[in-house]
């Protein structure tokens, strides 16, 4: 083990001391990375204007229309699932460039499509595709992102999700009048083929996963390039030191019998907590019901007595105030922290969707309704929305943190799936306020969950986040860096 370097706190990934410069590269890793979540937030904007055409096309039931856009979900359960195993295997960066292929692959497919069948073959590919960039592009910030700004490195990957369903809602817009949907998807190839090109010529693999598996000198090549040669021997000796430890830890706990690796991992006790705090932000942020306004905002607003012909520019001024809050959340992470902008996010969307409830209810005019719309959108954009995506990418030790960030985002994609099939039967079946009071319901426990549950994560390294993880769930803390809680 190397000795005589002290540990740095808050540190996910061996980059900690990084000179201006530096960062303005490692930025730009980073935007190039969060295209993996752009593609994500393209495909969900661009489908609700091209199923328009395409179900004349086609001659798609409603069943039918409804499969386009959710079979998707599907896609992107499996390749969520499998995201973590990759991303291990290959490595980040190449898990990404697989991504961008898989994605131009399903766009090739779905803009050539001949009818329904191939078409719902498109869409689970590129469903392989967002699912896996979802789950890596959290890991691989996080391990490129220098302390300080890790909040707002991880948050790019929201904003870059913002950024794409409003590019898509664009794209809707100027391919509408042509009807030309295929159109529409074959813009989703520029972002694929970018994503490509970066991880081949821009992006250095994640220093931390080359390090782990010994690969010592294209990670300090790869860290030189933001610092300086001797910060980036000492980095790297640091990491070597840090990886060393969490090997000893893990050959003790093998030894007391209470060792798990891979996946089963964990479900070890030092992890479970983060497991916990991880599925059930995953399930929130989909119960919070924020896919229903993303998805179905022309339908509900058309319901407030708007006309109908103007719904794609308010579903533009939606993916306009989402892509504004959100840069709002990217100057906050890092300051105000992740729990308070949760805990603030939660208790809006509360107060928010159960007054839209309300609104529909008692038939308030459609100002009052489109105004807590908003109000809903801003809480969620603001808050609950782009910290899941940081806290995915820091509650998880090294050791745990592929899979658990995927484990995650596929209970966020099963969430999202029966959200999305659930809404308009449950609205027809007890009403559309109704149900927008049991997201009420929901953003009000989850409140109360993560008031308990969520520590603070801004500026602390993993153990001691693991420490104040178990601290909330009451279990002994193991971990020297307990202390420092
Ligand atoms: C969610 C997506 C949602 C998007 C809206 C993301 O954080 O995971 O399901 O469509 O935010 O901006």
């Known amino acids: 083990m190397v000795q005589g370097f002290s540990r740095e706190p808050g540190v996910q990934g061996p980059l900690t001391e990084v000179p201006p410069q530096g960062i303005r590269k490692i930025t730009l890793w ?40 959710s079979v998707l979900l599907i896609g992107a359960v499996v390749g969520s699932t499998s995201a973590g195993a990759l991303a291990e295997r290959l490595g980040r960066r190449r898990s990404l460039c697989l991504v961008g292929v898989v994605f131009l692959v399903g766009t090739v497919i779905v803009t050539s499509a001949n009818g329904y069948a191939i078409l719902m073959l498109g869409r689970i590919v590129l469903g392989l595709s967002v699912g896996a960039a979802s789950a890596t592009v959290p890991v691989y910030l996080s391990e490129i992102s220098p302390t300080a700004i890790r909040g707002r490195l991880l948050t790019m990957n929201q904003l870059m999700i913002t950024l794409g369903i409003l590019i898509a809602y664009f794209v809707n817009l100027i391919f509408a009048s042509s009807e030309m949907w295929r159109a529409m998807f074959a813009v989703g190839a520029i972002p694929a083929v970018l994503l490509v090109a970066a991880t081949l010529w821009l992006l250095p693999e994640s220093p931390q996963w080359l390090i782990a598996r010994g690969r010592v000198e294209q990670a300090r090549r790869g860290i030189a390039s933001v610092t300086n040669e001797v910060t ?26 209470s060792a798990a690796e891979g996946p089963k991992r964990l479900l070890a006790p030092d992890v479970r907590p983060a497991l916990i705090v991880g599925l059930t932000l995953a399930a929130v942020q989909q119960f919070g019901g924020i896919n ?75 100002v009052l309704t489109l105004l807590f719309m908003v109000i809903y959108i801003a809480a969620f954009a603001g808050g609950l929305g782009p ?23 596929a209970v966020n994609w099963v969430s999202n799936f029966i959200v999305s099939l659930a809404f308009l039967p449950l609205a027809g079946a007890i009403g559309q306020g109704e149900t927008f009071w049991i997201f009420a319901l929901i953003c009000a426990l989850a409140f109360f969950f993560v008031s308990r549950y969520l520590p603070e994560t801004r500026g602390r390294d993993p153990e001691q986040i693991e420490a104040a993880l178990q601290q909330r769930f009451g279990r002994t803390r193991r971990r020297q860096a307990a202390r420092t809680h």
């Not at 306004?293 to 509900?300: D, G, M, S």
């Open 30 to 69: 980073a935007v190039a990375i969060a295209l993996g979540g752009f593609l994500f937030g393209f495909d969900t904007g661009v489908v609700s204007g091209a199923l328009l055409y395409i179900r004349e096309d086609f001659d798609l039931n409603a069943f039918e229309q409804g499969s386009v856009v």
């Open 232 to 257: 980036a021997d000492q980095l790297v000796k640091r990491a070597q030191q840090r990886i060393e430890e969490d090997r000893t830890q893990q050959a003790a706990r093998k030894a007391a019998g």
């Open 292 to 366: 229903t306004i993303i998805y179905y905002a022309p339908t509900i607003i058309q319901q407030t007595g708007l006309s109908a012909s103007n719904s794609i520019f308010y579903s533009v001024c939606i993916g306009a105030i989402n892509l504004v809050m959100t840069l709002v959340a990217i100057r906050l992470v890092d300051r105000a922290g992740r729990r308070p902008m949760v805990l603030v996010s939660l208790a809006l969307m509360a107060v928010s969707v159960f007054m839209l409830g309300l609104a529909f209810v008692v038939g308030m005019s459609s």
């Open 387 to 409: 910290v899941f995506w940081t806290l995915i990418g820091e509650i998880f030790p090294p050791s745990a943190r592929a899979d658990g960030s995927s484990v995650s985002t």
